[in-house]
């Protein structure tokens, strides 16, 4: 029945049926499956059958769009589940797809397993201008900015933000982490920020890592 479940959730994904997508969540959750088995093993590999596929041109942003909308309608139902932590957080943490780029399936992903390992995440969606990213880092007093792109013509962003970061007086106070289909270490390390995340279980890995000492 789990494993079912499993492959029902990646076909939704795979087909971008929000609704879909979302009965399957709470069918899930109520079957009595852990919030977290339910995303790792059943929505995220379909979105990343979604990625392959638009990597390999058999499919195209309209399906793209659908997926990634399927896939926000299960991971919202999917963190109401996830039991609130009790205590201090691991850390705070602002979230956005850069200026330019409408893509944030791959942030949608890094938003819900952040939640699941106790972070507190302020997400502000895809597209977010430099100036929104710092200014709701200084309001919700976050440890860490995290940013992700999916296209090469806004990486540059990231080296933006790094840079305005420094202008305000601001680059010690976060921790930064950039991620993204084609930015690497390589680029975090050019840009000057201060980790790279490979994926979204990366990514709470590196935070950790960050937070370390705090």
């Given at each position: 029945m789990t494993q079912t479940t499993f492959e029902e959730a990646a076909r939704s994904i795979l087909s971008g049926d929000a609704d879909a997508a979302a009965a399957i969540a709470k069918?899930?959750?109520?079957?009595?499956i852990d919030p977290l088995r339910l995303i790792n093993e059943g929505f995220i590999p379909g979105i990343n059958e979604v990625g392959d596929q638009f990597g390999a041109g058999r499919l195209f942003i309209p399906q793209l769009m659908l997926s990634a909308r399927a896939m926000e309608q299960a991971t919202e139902i999917i963190n109401a589940a996830f039991p609130q932590q009790e205590g201090i957080a691991q850390g705070k943490i602002?979230?956005?797809t850069v200026e330019g780029d409408v893509h944030d399936i791959g942030k949608t992903i890094v938003a819900t397993l952040f939640k699941a390992n106790g972070f507190e995440v302020i997400d502000l969606g895809?597209?977010?201008?430099?100036a929104r990213i710092i200014e709701a880092a200084e309001t919700n007093n976050v440890d860490i900015i995290g940013t992700s792109t999916l296209l090469t013509t806004t990486m540059t962003v990231q080296k933006d933000l790094e840079e305005a970061?420094?202008?305000a007086g601001l680059r010690d106070k976060y921790k930064t982490i950039v991620g993204g289909a084609p930015v690497t270490k390589r680029w975090a390390d050019r840009?000057?920020?201060d980790a790279y995340a490979n994926d979204a279980l990366?990514?709470?890995r590196v935070a950790k890592?960050?937070?370390k000492g705090r």
């Open positions: 069918q899930g959750l109520e079957q009595g602002v979230i956005a895809r597209d977010v201008p430099t970061l420094k202008e840009i000057g920020a990366d990514g709470v890592e960050l937070l």
